[in-house]
Structure formats: C-alpha cells, structure tokens
C-alpha cells in the first residue's frame, strides 16, 4: 500500500510501473498474463485469462484497487501501461527505494556445503514476480481461504503453492492469540 499510495506525479514512468505492479499485487497473476492482458479479457468485473505458462483457463475476480487502475487507463489503447519484464524490474527497485521499502534482508545460499550468506535492502531484491507472492501472502493475511487464493493464482498442488507462503509474525501472534484465549471458566480456574 506505500507503493501504491505514492504520489509519483512527477515521473509518470514510475507511476505506470508501479501501476503494473501493484495490478499484480492485487490480482496475483504472472507478469507474463498481465503483459498480454485485453480490455475484450475484462467482463463483468472479472479478468477471463488463458495463462501463458500453463494454458488453464482463470477467472479473476477485479477487486477495487485492481479495477481503479485499469479504470486509470481507460483512455488509452491498452489496458495497462507495460514494458518490458527487464525494464520493469529495473525500474522496481529505484521506485522501492524511493518508497523506503529498504528493510535489511539476510539471504543464506548454500555452495555444497559452505554457507553464504549476504545482506540487501529489499528494494534490491523486488522483481515483478513479487507481486504474485505478495497477493498469496496478503491474501491469506486477510483471511482468504487457501483454496480461493489456489484457484485465483491458478495453483493446482498445494506442495507448488506452499513455495510462495510466507506467515508473518504478525498473523503467527494473532492467531496464536485467537487460537489459544483464555476462556472464562479458564481464568476463573487459575485465580483459585
């Protein structure tokens, strides 16, 4: 929402990457289809696509974030102002530094069995297909149920969609905490 919510008046370059990318954060949908995507593939307040990568056939319903950008460039030919994939992420990382988004993010890699590990700014680590982790991982934050974010991402085994989860500490607390109240009969046990 920082990104989305950032006043980028000045540089309309960086206002239409970050409209794409946001598109994806708010839809969950490859690069790849949001590149190719039709104004004739949006009906009703759903995007009807063929996945470039798999072929499946998705709908995916447009929420209000997804549908005021497309609604932004309604008068252009195409439906989303997109550039190149490499272009893109290019432009990612200077709008995620201008964005703040520079919390410090450890990476461990293995080399056979020496462990590397280094240290980036998470601006230098945001790519297009971060978008599509970011709406698995906000989804499921907000309650969507698994299976809906599956069907929406088109994801068909859990075991392929499991690589893209990440459970914040947050929702681990809340649901630690929802999970485990006291009950009443509890409290009253323990006072005693």
């Known amino acids: 929402m920082r990104l989305y919510n950032l006043d980028l008046s ?38 009807y696509l063929r996945t470039a990568k798999t072929k499946d056939p998705l709908e995916i319903p447009l929420n209000a974030f997804s549908e005021a950008i497309i609604n932004k460039y309604l008068s252009n030919d195409e439906p989303l102002p997109v550039i190149s994939n490499q272009k893109t992420n290019e432009h990612l990382k200077n709008l995620c530094q201008i964005a703040r988004i520079n919390d410090k993010r450890k990476i461990t890699k293995y080399r056979g069995a020496e462990k590397i590990e280094e240290i980036f700014f998470k601006y230098e680590l945001i790519s297009t297909h971060t978008a599509r ?42 649901e630690m905490n929802r999970t485990w109240r006291m009950e009443p009969e509890l409290k009253l046990a323990m006072k005693a």
């Open 133 to 174: 982790r970011t709406f698995v991982t906000l989804s499921l934050e907000k309650g969507m149920r698994p299976e809906t974010v599956m069907a929406i991402t088109g994801h068909k085994d859990y075991k392929t969609f499991d690589k893209y989860v990440k459970i914040s500490s947050k929702v681990k607390k809340v």
């Open 10 to 47: 000045a540089n309309k370059a960086l206002e239409r990457v970050r409209d794409v990318f946001c598109f994806g954060c708010f839809t969950g949908q490859r690069f790849s289809d949001i590149s190719k995507l039709k104004r004739d593939d949006i009906r009703d307040g759903q995007w």
